[in-house]
Nanobody, 118 residues
Framework: QVHVVESGGGSVQAGGSLRLSCAAS????????MGWFRQAPGKEREFVAS????????NYADAVQGRFTISRDRARDTVYLQMNNLESEDTAVYYC???????????WGQGTQVTVSS
């Protein structure tokens, strides 16, 4: 079994920065992809960033390209989302996810609120 738990988030003024963390636990060896989605009030959940644990470069949504950076600490099975130059449109609940090998299972964290004031 695998669990993912987010931390970080909070409130910041436009132009500021925040860092989110996502810690995976359990049978983390079966995770193929980890990343982040977000959901703003009244909107559908949308992709933000991800990377494949087997290698290759990260993927980013156009809306965050150049401002957000996804990274990981292999030893701690933790993924980070560094968010710079935040905009009010970035206000949302951010969800970490993990895709499980050889299945259609996508595990979600509980979500963490990011609020950007202009």
């Amino acid at each position: 079994q695998v669990h993912v738990v987010e931390s970080g988030g909070g409130s910041v003024q436009a132009g500021g920065s925040l860092r989110l963390s996502c810690a995976a636990s359990g049978r983390t060896g079966i995770i193929t992809v980890m990343g982040w989605f977000r959901q703003a009030p009244g909107k559908e959940r949308e992709f933000v960033a991800s990377f494949r644990r087997s290698g290759g470069g990260p993927n980013y949504a156009d809306a965050v390209q150049g401002r957000f950076t996804i990274s990981r600490d292999r030893a701690r099975d933790t993924v980070y989302l560094q968010m710079n130059n935040l905009e009010s449109e970035d206000t949302a609940v951010y969800y970490c996810y993990a895709d499980i090998r050889a299945s259609d299972v996508r595990l979600w964290g509980q979500g963490t609120q990011v609020t950007v004031s202009s």
